[in-house]
């Protein structure tokens, strides 16, 4: 089984032919582009030459898909592009697109995360996860790890946790109580 995290390595032939050399057999550009959407990095080579073909190639994927309707870039990008290769002093385009995407792939992960627990964007989640940790803790009496925590002479913190338990337990039951009258 190859290694997921290094690029898989495409050849081109003089033929064009696109060559897998993980799965030994042909490959299209719609199959490269599979591969990238699926999180995989691509390396596309001549193979008579050694060259590295993978930008001209990720080029063509972009353009056909536009091509097919499957538009992703507004004109007016594809116009800032277009300028960006004209100018006679160095871009920042390139370093833009660049530190663009990286804060968009951030920001997907970031939403993934929180869609898996939307209750860790809720202002407070730490402390009030910590206190129903003690809580739990404390109602149980210990019995899950209670002898991880005797051993490790944590004695002092559990009766501290307690102890914090207890107070916030009366002030909710004085606030319960003045609501009942």
């Known amino acids: 089984m190859a290694d997921s995290n290094a690029p ?65 870039l507004p004109i007016n990008v594809l116009t800032d592009l277009v300028r960006s290769y004209t100018t006679e002093v160095q871009s920042v ?38 206190q129903q940790d003690a809580f739990m803790k404390a109602m149980t009496g210990g019995w899950s790890g209670a002898a991880d925590e005797s051993a490790t002479g944590d004695k002092g913190k559990k009766t501290e946790d307690l102890d914090a338990i207890k107070k916030q337990l009366a002030e909710l039951q004085e606030k319960l109580s003045k609501l009942g009258s």
């Open 8 to 72: 898989l390595l495409i050849k081109r032939y003089a033929s064009r032919r696109l060559y897998n050399t993980e799965t030994s057999d042909y490959v299209t550009l719609d199959d490269i582009s599979k591969f990238i959407r699926m999180g995989r990095e691509v390396q596309i080579i001549d193979l008579k030459s050694g060259d590295d073909l993978t930008r001209q190639y990720l080029l063509q994927i972009i353009a056909d898909n536009e091509s097919q309707g499957q538009s992703v």
């Open 93 to 130: 385009v390139p370093q833009f697109l660049a530190a663009s995407f990286d804060m968009l792939r951030n920001g997907q992960s970031k939403i993934i995360e929180n869609f898996a627990n939307p209750m860790t964007a809720m202002p407070g989640y730490e402390a009030m996860k910590a």
